[in-house]
């Protein structure tokens, strides 16, 4: 019974590490469109925001999202264990789902991936 609690509360902590990495790789190709490239994670984040958010390019839920699954990322990997709930852990799957979506849709009508 523990073991398979323990299994769970490694996979949200996983899950929340998976999507952010999903949204910042994602987020990183699409600053690339701009010839722009940070070593920081937080300098991708706000690069986003001006670059992209900021002008309206893209919507402003992006951002918050992968802020939000930053954080979550950060909780998982340095906060309690049971940190990260399997409802978080889902919600933050269906929005790396629709983040990534809306890149890919951005860089195709860009011409920037087939």
């Known amino acids: ?6 299994l769970r509360m490694n996979f949200m902590i996983f899950s929340a590490g998976r999507s952010y990495y999903a949204m910042f790789y994602a987020t990183e190709a699409v600053l690339l469109t701009k010839n722009l490239s940070f070593s920081k994670h937080s300098a991708v ?13 893209l919507p402003k ?5 992968l802020v939000s699954a930053f954080d979550m990322r950060q ?11 399997e409802e978080r852990a889902q919600s ?3 929005e790396t789902k629709e ?3 809306t890149i890919e849709k951005y860089l195709r009508m860009g011409g920037y991936v087939s």
């Not at 906060?79 to 990260?84: E, H, K, Q, R, T």
Request: aromatic share 14%; hydrophobic share 45%.
């Open 45 to 57: 984040i706000a690069a986003f925001g001006k670059e992209f958010v900021k002008p309206e390019i």
């Open 61 to 65: 839920k992006l951002r918050e999202y």
């Open 99 to 101: 983040f990534i979506e």
């Open 92 to 94: 933050l799957i269906e």
């Open 75 to 85: 909780l998982g990997d340095y906060g309690a264990p049971g940190s990260v709930s």
């Open 1 to 6: 019974m523990l073991r398979r609690v323990y």
